[in-house]
């Protein structure tokens, strides 16, 4: 198992840039690919960007395409999101989520795909 922890939500103004972290304890950090999803008031949670355990191969959505670099430091393991112009429409929780049942090249991109997840951190952009 891997335990996961967020840190860097907070409060920014639109425009702005804020980096999510994401530290993992427990079982080899390399043996998971990793993602960060997020839920806004009423909505589903979903895939925001998504990075195989072989970090060969990344995913984004289109909403955020441009503007969010997911990366991965193995050595200190940790996965991070990036976050730069920021928009009133990424107000969510965004949490952190592993998971270690797929082949090495694959990225999950439904919720329903990951087994573990970090507790989430609050992002808030004003307008």
């Known amino acids: 198992q891997v335990q996961l922890v967020e840190s860097g939500g907070g409060l920014v103004q639109a425009g702005g840039s804020l980096r999510l972290s994401c530290a993992a304890s427990g079982r080899t950090f390399s043996s998971y690919a990793m993602g960060w999803l997020r839920q806004a008031p009423g909505k589903e949670r979903v895939v925001v960007a998504a990075?195989?355990?072989?970090?060969?191969?990344?995913y984004y959505a289109d909403s955020v395409k441009g503007r969010f670099t997911i990366s991965r430091d193995n050595a200190k393991n940790t996965v991070y999101l990036q976050m730069n112009t920021l928009k009133p429409e990424d107000t969510a929780v965004y949490y952190c989520a592993a998971t270690d049942r797929f082949s090495s090249d694959y990225m999950a991109l439904s919720k329903k795909e990951y087994e573990y997840w970090g507790q989430g951190t609050q992002v808030t952009v004003s307008s």
């Open positions: 990075n195989s355990r072989s970090a060969y191969n990344t």
